[in-house]
């Protein structure tokens, strides 16, 4: 019996090359937010870290459409890539967004040995770094959402959440 080799790599070549001819950069790397730090050839545009689903199509940074100066993403999720454990029993998700909330290396500097292991437990590493809106504190999120029209009208999405204080409690300033 003849062996037989074939090279992907001038196939992926080709692909992240017709992504780019086309405006769109896959975004490939992924960070596990809640257990692991991000490096820095995982932060995207020096603010974001992709999450969710590494497929070529799944994140790209699309250049032909800025928006206010900045880049815009393309997101993308098939039927297949509804792989993860969704909220109800027996349902599943498909999950693919950038998080502006991460926690880097650096964050950890300085801090007693076993606080990375206690955070990756907990799964709270990414409440060490960036992107946290504190309490008392006030920011503004501008969003531009393109939906084609060509969406299946049955398809739910979410394109933005803020989650709550780890207190679960607000409070006010007499």
Request: charged residues 20%; glycine residues 8%; proline residues 3%.
């Amino acid at each position: 019996m003849k062996k037989i080799s074939i090279s992907l790599l001038p196939l992926l070549f080709a692909l992240s090359a017709a992504a780019q001819k086309s405006g769109l950069d896959p975004i490939t790397s992924r960070v596990n937010i809640q257990a692991d730090t991000a490096g820095k050839a995982e932060i995207v545009d020096m603010e974001w870290v992709a999450v969710g689903i590494n497929r070529l199509y799944s994140i790209q940074k699309d250049i032909t459409h800025a928006f206010n100066g900045k880049p815009s993403y393309r997101f993308e999720l098939k039927g297949e890539d509804n792989s993860l454990e969704g909220y109800e029993e027996g349902s599943t998700k498909g999950r693919a967004e950038l998080s502006y909330c991460y926690a880097t290396a650096d964050d950890f500097k300085g801090l007693p040995p076993d606080t990375y292991t206690t955070e990756q437990v907990l799964k709270m590493v990414y409440d060490r770094g960036k992107g946290q809106c504190r309490q008392g504190t006030k920011w503004t999120y501008t969003f531009s959402v393109y939906v084609p029209s060509t969406l299946a009208a049955d398809v739910n999405t979410i394109f933005a959440q803020w989650h709550g204080s780890l207190i679960k409690i607000l409070t006010t300033q007499s």
